[in-house]
């Protein structure tokens, strides 16, 4: 993502479900950077990932040598779709809002955007139409609740 003229990179944690599991930015694609998102990934986790889905980035594979060696990493075009389709609802709200200003506001508004999204969000694998209403019915319920919202 580009703030002001600098890039920033935008690095995702998705599980299995495609729930957002943490975000951060940085403006380094580098293996110091790919190894502070697994440390920070594992501290919120509490353990190890079975396997761990990337993209071609060498930086992920020498991250993964130096922090958790015995977890497997697979690296290939097609696997780690479920992570990039994570990106197209912030990408949406991005458009909209007409970019981010600072690394911060992006950073801020990312971890409250994918905790929110992660409750309207169904699991498991694919839904029905009902089943994906009830979900959302059941979730904007639960969100009024919490807020204090009278319905």
């Known amino acids: 993502m580009t703030i002001g003229r600098r890039k920033h990179w935008l690095w995702r944690a998705v ?54 060696p015995d977890v497997e990493h697979r690296s290939h075009k097609g696997l780690n779709n479920r992570a990039e389709n994570s990106h197209l609802p912030l990408r949406k709200r991005e458009r909209v809002m007409q970019r981010f ?26 839904k029905t139409a009902i089943d994906v209403h009830l979900h959302r019915l059941r979730a904007i319920a639960h969100w009024r609740n919490a807020a204090g919202i009278a319905a």
């Open 15 to 68: 599980d299995q479900d495609g729930y957002g599991l943490d975000e951060i930015v940085q403006a380094r694609r580098n293996t110091k950077a790919a190894k502070r998102v697994l440390v920070r990934l594992m501290k919120r986790q509490g353990c190890q990932p079975k396997r761990m889905v990337t993209d071609k980035l060498r930086s992920y594979g020498a991250a993964r040598r130096q922090v958790m």
């Open 101 to 126: 200003r600072s690394a911060g506001a992006l950073q801020r508004f990312v971890s409250v955007f994918s905790a929110v999204r992660n409750l309207f969000v169904p699991t498991g694998p694919k």
